[in-house]
């Protein structure tokens, strides 16, 4: 679901690695694994402002909507660092946890992360409110495929 990968990407900036590590089946390391499992809490926090400073401008967002993008923004900075820290306390109790903890904790992660796509979801939706039509239009594009309109191919 793109719309749901954008918010992922923009809202949560999940530590990757640290999700695959506590899956049931792990996906081997992949180049963007490694880069994230590299990354410092600074530098997440950097790229995090970079995708939020490209979207605000991707989304042509106005003076008189600042106010309900800085609660997006807020939302979105909030879900970071509470997942952060709740996959922190997963890496620290992972060595000693059984099978059956494992997929318990697995699943309480999955929920914080839901409910807090919700809140996020519902941040965006009063600023999506606010928007003009062609705002609309281009919000809508840059959801459904991570760009603009008339952005140029990926390739």
Known sequence: MPSLRMLLMLGVMLPINAMAQGSPVAAPPTPTHQRERSLTPAQMAQNMERHLAQLHTQLAITPAQQ?????????????????HARFHLRGSRLPNMTAAENMVDYAQISELHAQELVKLGASFGLLYATMSEAQKRGADAVFRTGRPPLASPRG
């Open 67 to 83: 106010p309900q993008w800085e609660e997006f923004a807020r939302q979105t900075r909030e879900n970071a660092t509470e997942l």
